[in-house]
Every structure is written in C-alpha cells, then in structure tokens.
C-alpha cells in the first residue's frame, strides 16, 4: 500500500519527485510545516529505494540533549562516560546500508553539526571514547520544520552541513493547499482506528456538515491535527462536538492573524501594497486622500479575496471573519472585481499564514 494518502495535484508531483529521488541515493532535505507528512514522505523515500530491505533508522533530533544525541548516532566505547559498562554501536552503524532519518535536524546543536559534517565528508567517524574509524554506508535523510536559511543567518545552523543535507529538497505542501485529499484522508484515518479503538464501521456516519466544516478549515496543525479529529469523532461516536470546535478555531485563527504574532506577514502585505501605489504614480501627483482611498481599495480587495479562500468561497462565512456585514462583502466584491476561481479555494497560496496552536 503506497504510504502517501492523496490524489491531489501537489501530492501527485510530491508522489513523482520521491519516485526519481529514491534511487539516486542523494542526501535529501523534506521540510514543511508541523504534521505534514515529513516523516511518512522519509519512509516512503526509503520504501522505494533499493535499500528497502536494509535498515531505516529514525532519530529525532530533538528529543535528546547534545552529548546523549553524540553517543546515540555514534556509539560509545566501554568505558567513555560514567555508565558506559558496554559499547555500544550507533545509529550510523544501525543503517549502515540503509537509510537514518535524521528528524529536525534545525535542532541539533552546533557541536553535533559539526562532526556530522565530518562524517557526510568522509563517510566515517569514531565511537564516543573510541579510536578506530568506522566507516559506513548510509542514505541520509532530513527532515526540518525550521527554515535553515533563516538559521544560518542567526549562525544557529551551519551553511557548509547546509549545502551538504540539502541536495535534494522536498518540501511538503501544507494540509490547506490540498483539501481535496481531506476525504481520502479521512476514510484512511477511520479504517486505521475504528478496530483499534473497538468501534464498528458500521457505528460511523459522518455527516456533509462535518466535511464543510473541514473543507473551510485552515489546518494548522496539517494532516496530523487531520487524524487527532478522527480519533475523536470515533471515541465520541459524534460528529458535532469536533464540528462546534473547529468553526470556533477558525473565527480564533483570524483573530490571531490581526495579533502581534503576525505583524511580519501584515507589515509585509501592507509594504507591498504601498510599494504598488507609489510605483503607480508616475508624474501626476495626487492628494492624501485619493491615495488613502486607493490604498484602502487595494488592501481591501486583497484582504476579501485571502477571507473567500479561506472559507471555500462562502460569502457569509467570509463576512463573519472580515467582521462586516454580508451585505457589505457583497458590494465589495462587485466594486473590487473579485472574481475567485473555485480551483483556487483548494489551490490557495495562502499570503497571511495563521499562527500554530
Ligand atoms: N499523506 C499522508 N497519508 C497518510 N498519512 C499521513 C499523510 N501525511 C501525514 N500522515 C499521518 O499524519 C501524521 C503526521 O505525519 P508525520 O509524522 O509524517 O508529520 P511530520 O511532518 O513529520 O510532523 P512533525 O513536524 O510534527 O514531526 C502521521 O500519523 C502520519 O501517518
Ligand atoms: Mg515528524
């Protein structure tokens, strides 16, 4: 069975680009948001390789402080540290032949960066406490939430380990860009839990009114907040409580983009704006207020049109998030010349992002 859930048009291209990757062996670099499938994307990487009868071996990064992350990819020899009554081999050596999955990466610190450069140089490297070389043959894969790029600047992620990890990139789209794999998703999720959680499929009816509810949702939490709401639909044997929650959470999300947190994203759709204005205009001077008029049309417009992808195209709702009347959204839409393809409710590149929970 194919571990990648989805007919979607950016889900076929991600399904293509794992195809060529896997054989080549190149060290790749899957980013995305939280809970978009990184890890099933690593895995399916690996499935298709020709190492996938050799070992895939995960390590998160994350979950461990520096030195305990050294001896966990590296291995220790008897006697390296206090408690070190055995060696013990690695990680590294674990996937030697296969694949180690190295899961955000962004968090490792930069001692450890560094002896991993080592090792992506030279294919080999010393056990904790250890003298002899050990080397290897792995297919490092990496997966990030972080933007490197972003790291580097702020000198929290070498550029060198960068360039090294990162010659294949597959960023994985987010949840809001592909609704349409939500029903897919979503009768793989039921099928996944309904024995695990002693339910009949027969007891499960999800009402139209649930998929609405989730077609207008922005998922911040991506496939993962996806399957959480499965879960517990299943264990409440009913539909509504999760439907009550997630149009409360959408009301909350756009409160949220107007909060502090997003002042970088508003600042830069503003900067924008007024960018296009002053281009606009030329030689012919106009007052304050034509320009207060124009500015305030432009930032409208954008603004309606980001609210009707959010909300699938429906007017109502997005006069509930925009706060103004539904009559009032009508006439701007007239007056703007909005005119929304519907592919782009699905298709949407979402300009404001709505902050994680
Ligand atoms: N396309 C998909 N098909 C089937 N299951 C999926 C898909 N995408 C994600 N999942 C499921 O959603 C959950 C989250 O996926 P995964 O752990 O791969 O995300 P992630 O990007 O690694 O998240 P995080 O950044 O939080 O670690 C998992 O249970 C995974 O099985
Ligand atoms: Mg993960």
Redesign the pocket.
Known sequence: MD????KSQP?KQLKNLIRQVADTGLNVLVC?E????????ARSLHRQSARSSKPFIKVNCAALPSELLESELFGYEKGAFTGAAEAKPGKFELANKGAIFL?EIGDMSIALQAKLLQVLQDSEFCRVGGIKDIKVDVWIIC?T?HDLEVDIQKGKFREDLFYRINIIKIK?PPLRERKE?IPL?VD?FLEKYTAALNRRPSDIHLPQELFDTFFKYHWPG???EL?NYVQKILVLGDAQPVIEELEARSIQGVDAVRGEDHWNQEEFLLNSVIGGITNDLGNNFPSLKEIKKKAQAKVEKVVIEEALRRTAGNKRDAAKLLQISYKAILYKIRDYKINIEPEEFLNNSIRLTIPRH
Do not use: T
């Open positions: 571990l990648i859930i989805g889900i995305g939280s809970g978009v499938g990184k890890e099933v994307v899961d997966a939430h994985v794999d998703l793989h991506n496939v993962r399957e």
